[in-house]
Structures are given as C-alpha cells and as structure tokens.
Nanobody, 126 residues
C-alpha cells in the first residue's frame, strides 16, 4: 500500500522560510512524478508545484513561482518543497502526491495524481 507522509510545516513569520518533506513508501518512488497542492479554509484547492519522475522538469503555479522550489531525492524516497519569502496567503494545509502512471513528465494538475498524503499545516503570520 502506498503511503505518503508530509512533515516540516509550522508557524513562521511573513518573509520566513520552511522546507516541507514528503516521505514515500509502498511504491517505487523514483519512477513516479510527484506534486504538491495546498488547501486553505474557504478556498479552492490549489496545485502549486510538480516535478517529473527524473527530477529534470518542474512546474510552479504563478502564485509561488520564484519563491518555492520543488525537488526530490529518489535514493531517500523523499520529495521536498522549499518555501521562501512566505506570505500570509501561503497559509494552508500542504499535501504531496504521486502520479497515477510511472515515468511521466511533469504533470501540472492534481487530476493526474492518485495517492495523497494527509498534509502538513503551514501558517504564516503577518
């Protein structure tokens, strides 16, 4: 059974940084593209970043471009989301996911993903 566990969330002041991790098990993580989405109360779930199975291609939503960096360490079965210059509007629960099919390029929409983690809370104070 595939399991994704996010960590690294917390409370940070505006302008600060956080690094989220996504530990994967139950699947050959290195063969699947992965992504991150976020959900804030009362807002539509937003897909913010994605990375191809090889790590060679990435995607960012306009709202986070230039501030967030997605990466992966296939040897550790772990994905990351480095978040810098955080803003209060970045506050949300962040979820990681792996793609439905192996060996695909970057997939910039959450409909392409089937396994999701439970999420980690990020709160940015002003």
């Amino acid at each position: 059974q595939v399991q994704l566990v996010e960590s690294g969330g917390g409370l940070v002041q505006a302008g600060g940084s956080l690094r989220l991790s996504c530990a994967a098990s139950g699947r050959t993580f290195s063969s699947y593209a992965m992504g991150w989405s976020r959900q804030a109360p009362g807002k539509v779930r937003e897909f913010v970043a994605a990375i191809s199975w090889s790590g060679g291609s990435t995607f960012y939503a306009d709202s986070v471009k230039g501030r967030f960096t997605i990466s992966r360490d296939n040897a550790k079965n772990t994905g990351y989301l480095e978040m810098n210059s955080l803003k209060p509007e970045d506050s949300a629960v962040y979820h990681c996911a792996t793609a439905k099919r192996p060996h695909t390029n970057v997939l910039p929409h959450r409909s392409n993903y089937d396994y999701w983690g439970q999420g980690t809370q990020v709160t940015v104070s002003s």
